[in-house]
């Protein structure tokens, strides 16, 4: 297993159109994360799932945001009509019953 | 809702010289403490985890502890090097629910 991947790495998108990221886990991890993370700041928790479930949500994720985690093991985070505040390197992390955290490689999100 | 401060923001040092890079957190109920180093553009590399009931964690020449009561972690790097130059972060597990919360980091430069 290589690790934590994300993709795509980068995404330019208008404003008002819908993106999706896509994370696929350490294959034997349960549990996994989504991150944002801005310029000279650290990550800000959206979102966990363990296995298939949604376990919590940040108030950060407004409406516009869903993530799913289907048959426990990839997963997707949508962003409906974006905004230019949504800017930012969106991170996935995994790990097992919640010990160490392995991250991907983010995805950064510009939107002119 | 739980607080993360890391402190200096940013440390130049020459080369060969140990340093210690500081993490303070406001709740004292944590499950467990992470270290990482993110280059600029990159994602989390995992450096040390030390669960809530140890007091210190070592890799190579990284040593990190762990004051749970005074809500402290240091991260020491002996010898360092000019490949060391990174971002370093702490990030917290909440002992209650299962989010977590990063400091801002400290932007490490290790002149040659």
């Known amino acids: 297993d290589t690790g934590v991947s994300q993709d795509p790495r980068h995404k330019i998108t208008k404003r008002g159109q819908n993106v999706t990221f896509r994370c696929d886990p350490i294959?034997?991890?349960?549990?996994l994360y989504w991150y944002r993370q801005t310029l000279g700041q650290g990550p800000e928790f959206l979102t966990y799932?363990?296995?298939?479930?949604?376990?919590?949500k940040s108030r950060l994720l407004s409406d516009r945001f869903s993530a799913e985690r289907p048959k426990g093991s990839f997963s997707t985070l949508e962003i409906q009509r974006t905004e230019q505040g949504d800017s930012a390197m969106y991170l996935c992390?995994?790990?097992?019953?919640?010990?160490?955290?392995?991250f991907g490689p983010g995805t950064r999100l510009t939107v002119l | 809702k739980q607080e993360v401060t890391q402190i200096p923001a940013a440390l130049s040092v020459p080369e060969g010289e140990n340093l210690v890079l500081n993490c303070s957190f406001t709740?004292?109920?944590?499950?467990?403490l992470q270290w990482f180093r993110q280059d600029p553009g990159k994602g989390l590399t995992s450096l040390l985890l030390?669960?809530?009931?140890?007091r210190e964690q070592t890799s190579g020449r990284l040593n990190a502890s762990l004051d749970k009561s005074s809500g402290r972690s240091t991260l020491y790097i002996a010898a360092s090097q000019p490949g060391d130059s990174a971002t370093y972060l702490c990030?917290?597990?909440?002992?209650?629910?299962?989010?977590?919360?990063f400091g801002s980091g400290t932007k490490l430069n290790v002149k040659p």
């Open positions: 992390a995994s790990s097992f019953a919640g010990d160490e955290q392995f």
């Open positions: 294959s034997e991890h349960n549990r």
């Open positions: 799932f363990q296995n298939e479930a949604q376990l919590e």
């Open positions: 709740d004292s109920a944590i499950y467990n």
């Open positions: 030390i669960q809530s009931s140890q």
């Open positions: 990030a917290v597990r909440d002992g209650n629910f299962n989010k977590f919360y």
